[in-house]
Nanobody, 126 residues
Framework: QVQLVESGGGLVQAGGSLRLSCAASGRTFSRAVLGWFRQAPGKERELVAAIIWSDGSTYYEQFVKGRFTISRDNAKNTVSLQMNSLKPEDTAVYYC???????????????????WGQGTQVTVSS
């Protein structure tokens, strides 16, 4: 059984930084895509960034390009999201998710992802 455990959320002022981590276990992810999603109150869950586990190729939604960086550590089976220049509109619960059967194609729809972490709250104050 796949398990994803997020950590690193918290409260930060606008312009500040946070680093989220996702520890993945339960199987190998050699052909998988790992993504970070977020969901703000009253809004749909949306993809923020994703990484192809095998070669480290990354994907970012436009609203975080240049501010967020996704990376993975193969040895530790972790995926991180470095978030810089945070804005109040980045406030949301952030989720780590894995798409196991993607054949290394990044999907942006939450329904395409097979396993999810419990989420971690990120709050950016103005």
């Amino acid at each position: 059984q796949v398990q994803l455990v997020e950590s690193g959320g918290g409260l930060v002022q606008a312009g500040g930084s946070l680093r989220l981590s996702c520890a993945a276990s339960g199987r190998t992810f050699s052909r998988a895509v790992l993504g970070w999603f977020r969901q703000a109150p009253g809004k749909e869950r949306e993809l923020v960034a994703a990484i192809i586990w095998s070669d480290g190729s990354t994907y970012y939604e436009q609203f975080v390009k240049g501010r967020f960086t996704i990376s993975r550590d193969n040895a530790k089976n972790t995926v991180s999201l470095q978030m810089n220049s945070l804005k109040p509109e980045d406030t949301a619960v952030y989720y780590c998710a894995v798409d196991l059967y993607t054949l290394e194609v990044v999907h942006t729809t939450p329904g395409d992802y097979d396993y999810w972490g419990q989420g971690t709250q990120v709050t950016v104050s103005s």
